[in-house]
């Protein structure tokens, strides 16, 4: 079911001046979905978009100023280029996002939401030699909250959102050593991808406790 845009909700931050917004993985699926409803909100005035791939997350930054902006809503829509696998990437979008939020003169961040996600049948390491599933969707969104979380601390009202899926309840351990590149997982076979994808997620609900 698709989320209805025609009668949005007011939350926590309306009223906040020069209120921000940071949404990973936002140029498809659930992230698409919460950056739409985020902007029809008419809340923010600083919203960033962060996804690996620049050519789309600009058309999306275009798609909201036509669907949701006018002469009276007119905030600073743009994007950040980060891949969550790779550390330098991610300490380097943080320094960019703090930048722009700092031009714009908001009030540290506001909403955080690390949405972003991959899952892969095949196994792939991140540039660094570290699982890539693990490390996109655990490793990053925790380094780039934690980059983050002095601005977020500014803020005036603020919210980090981790978003996790139910099948972290099918992990019923954390194995630190195929996440780290440091363990064959050829006896995985085609159970690869779930496992690894499970135990991110469950990092995720451990990274908000």
């Not at 939350?11 to 950056?35: D, H, M, P, R």
């Not at 085609?190 to 451990?206: A, C, E, P």
């Amino acid at each position: 079911m698709g989320t209805n845009l025609s009668t949005p909700k007011t939350s926590c931050f309306q009223g906040i001046e020069n209120s921000s917004c940071v949404v990973t993985g936002a140029t498809n699926g659930l992230g698409k979905a919460s950056i739409d409803y985020i902007t029809s909100l008419k809340e923010f005035s600083t919203i960033i978009l962060l996804s690996r791939n620049k050519a789309l997350s600009q058309q999306v930054v275009e798609e909201l100023k036509v669907k949701f902006c006018n002469k009276d809503y007119q905030p600073f829509i743009t994007s950040v280029c980060c891949d969550l696998s790779n550390n330098d990437s991610v300490i380097n979008a943080s320094n960019e996002i703090k930048d722009i939020l700092k031009k714009n003169k908001n009030h540290g961040l506001n909403l955080l939401m690390n949405n972003a996600g991959i899952m892969f049948q095949e196994a792939a390491k991140a540039s660094d030699g570290t699982n890539l599933i693990f490390s996109t969707n655990t490793r990053g969104p925790w380094l780039l909250t934690e980059s983050l979380l002095d601005t977020i601390k500014k803020a005036k009202q603020a919210r980090i959102v981790n978003v996790s899926s139910g099948l972290h309840f099918a992990a019923n351990t954390m194995d630190y050593d195929i996440h780290l590149g440091q363990k064959d997982n050829k006896d995985l076979d085609n159970q690869y991808s779930t496992y690894i994808y499970n135990q991110s997620k469950l990092g995720n609900v451990l990274h908000a406790c």
